[in-house]
């Protein structure tokens, strides 16, 4: 069904908060496969201390974890390589999206899990909705939580299996009154927080949308993305989407790759983001400027964007003259703030662009990015 | 025809009217709906759990309709159980609901909504045996499967080849409480009927995954009402979208089709929402009333959402639109003539640039 260069296939039990299911759902898969037969190991199990999570658990194989020392302090990670030497048909990894304390050997646990695949083990997982890289802005918007730890679209887009783990709020709100999620000082922060019921609703039809996109992705025609652009290739044919983001030292320039990436896949395009400067080097600009673009371009090749330097004098026309030639078929621009502060961004870009593209579209992205309301503290 | 709907602000009497449906609401029963796209998924044997955990907290809970044939899973769980029986009338196996109503447990489990009622029964189809429970206080957590509802069967036919005859309203839906989807990987529906062929798998896996990605979306809407009738009540403005929302300013001297056709690919491709909109004021004449029409044409033929605006300034006229319809992307298209038409039609584009706080803007080509 999807082209796999691994040996092991992934399944993500995909939930929308904390306490839907997920890894019970997940456990539950364990004893089923167990039963008939299949040898399966636990890699990493985050239960917080919930009883039935706890319970669901017995009877299976905990590969112990490791103990890593940073800063005085104890943590535990997945021992990748005991998983490894261990080698179970099935092992479990929960929390798809954490982050590994520095000194592990991967700095994302999806890294480790994606080692485990290789090797020909099959990885059962779990994750929320929010932590998709591509929906990191949205959730901001509506949710004032600016989630850190974050998974690159594509990783999803590998797994073999998406399967929506689905609560109600009701009565996802219901078992954290009733302290089965967190304990209860947790429990009431949680409330003000993400468990708003009206986040809780948009990050559900949020879940469900994208598990819908995942079935799509996965069973409908071949798309051709991610596919490289062929140089000089003729105007797009009819109906296919052939992106150009343009970056610039610009902060919105982060939100601006999300949401051209989620664009992207929706329309199954080819994208590419590139910056436009004097110097291909980028040796004119100041270093800070330049550690920004490399920052965004870096940013765009983790999400699989393929990104390119263009030298040039006028940034409009260099920008022109390159989509026409790769039949780009829509750029994608960040609105121009009035330059205000250290990062002057030319004011005239967007409509210079606008008026020079003639056959191209011009998307100017919004700006998502949430405005802190006065006397409330962000949350992250 | 010509009407503001951007300007529709709920007044006191409409708010009065919401606090009197809620309150009564308060004596009905609630609606807990189990969706699945398959037989098999596992919605009965969720429902059966959850009846179960609520009468382990004390609740009254009877099981009301059993389905005709019993998965091993779910006879087990039946056990525990306090099943008010089916009548046999006509011949067909029938939800008691006379019997049920007497009873007046908390709680009434329906497993599979959609069946129809023999001939001579108060009501034809099941789910109106529901809505009179719902009706008289008795709360129903039920099961139904997405090819029984009357809305998607088209759909559901078209990818299986094969047409249900019982139905159930998506309206009746809409009225649920609470919908949870029991969603589960194709290779894990057991229960199916068995009939393809070792050859046919390929194909059947496919059938299924299209059903159940209808099935996260139809749940997805369903979802999505409940978000706004929450914001609503709580007199929320809803500033975010989770779906797309395309909105197409179509002017009279633009060339659309472009625009239309990618609005509509647009919408299929997000699952989207896509609307037509166009701006009249007392500058319109005759002649460009007549070129609207055309590219009017084309999108209703496209299955558009057409609406029609009046205002003076038209770029603040589209933007309280675009605001109170929750859009998330604006199709404009950008003329090149250097005529003083044109070029104020420029400025149109850049101002609607500059004004759309949180909306993308495309602009397209003429």
Known sequence: ?380 | MIADTALKRPNPEELLRKVQAEEQNQGRGRLKIFLGYAAGVGKSVRMLDEGRRRRERGEDVVVGATQLHVAPEVAKRLERMEVIPLRVLAGVPTMDTERILKRRPQVCLIDGLAYDNPPGSRHLHRWQDAQQLLQAGISVITTVNLQYIEEYKEEVERIRGRRVAESVPQAFLNLADEIEVVDAPPDSCRGEESEAGAGDVARRQLELAQLREIALLVAADVVERQLEKYLEQHGLEQTWGTRERFLLWITPGADAQAMIASGQRNAQRFHGEWFVVYVLNRRTTAERQVALERNLALARQAGARIEALEGSNPVNTILRFARSHGITQIFVPRTFRESWRSRIFGDVVDELIRKADGIDVRVFPQ
């Open chain 1, 1 to 380: 069904m999807r082209d796999a260069p691994r040996g092991g296939q992934l399944k993500i039990f995909l939930g929308y908060a904390a306490g839907v299911g997920k890894t019970y759902r997940m456990l539950e898969e364990a004893h089923e496969l167990k039963r008939g037969g299949a040898d399966v190991v636990v890699g990493y199990l985050e239960a917080h201390g919930r009883k039935d999570t706890i319970a669901r658990a017995e009877g299976l194989e905990f590969v112990p974890r490791r103990k890593i020392e940073y800063r005085g302090v104890l943590f535990e990670e997945m021992d990748t390589a005991a998983v490894l030497a261990r080698h179970p048909q099935y092992c479990l990894v929960d929390e798809f999206a954490h982050t590994n304390v520095p000194g592990s050997e991967h700095a994302k646990r999806w890294e480790d899990v994606h080692q485990i695949l290789e090797a020909g083990i099959h990885v059962l997982t779990t994750m929320n909705v929010q932590h998709l890289e591509s929906l990191n802005d949205q959730v901001w918007q509506f949710t004032g939580v600016r989630v850190r730890e974050t998974i690159p679209d594509w990783v999803v887009q590998q797994a073999d299996e998406v399967v929506m783990v689905d609560l109600p709020p009701q009565a996802l709100l219901n078992r954290l009154k009733r302290g089965a999620i967190y304990p209860p000082e947790k429990a009431q922060t949680a409330l003000q927080n993400f468990f708003k019921e009206s986040t809780l609703v948009a990050l559900r039809e949020l879940a469900l949308r994208q598990t819908a996109h995942e079935i799509d992705v996965r069973y409908s025609t071949p798309s051709a993305s991610g596919q490289p652009i062929i140089a000089g290739s003729p105007a797009a044919a009819a109906g296919h989407d052939k992106i150009l983001i343009v970056v610039t030292a610009d902060p919105a320039s982060a939100a601006l790759i999300r949401r051209d990436k989620r664009v992207t896949d929706y329309l199954r395009a080819e994208c590419f983001a590139v910056f436009v400067g004097r110097h291909a080097d980028l040796r004119d600009l100041q270093p800070y400027e330049r550690e920004a673009v490399e920052k965004h371009l870096n940013f765009a090749r983790n999400l699989h964007i393929e990104t390119r330097i263009l030298e040039g004098e006028d940034v409009a026309e260099t920008l022109i003259a390159f989509a026409r030639l790769h039949g780009i078929t829509q750029i994608f621009l960040a609105r121009s703030r009035p330059p205000s502060g250290l990062i002057a961004v030319r004011p005239d870009l967007v409509r210079r662009v606008v008026r020079l593209a003639r056959d191209i579209q011009v998307t100017i992205v919004a700006d998502r990015r949430r405005n802190p309301i006065p006397g409330i503290q962000q949350q992250t």
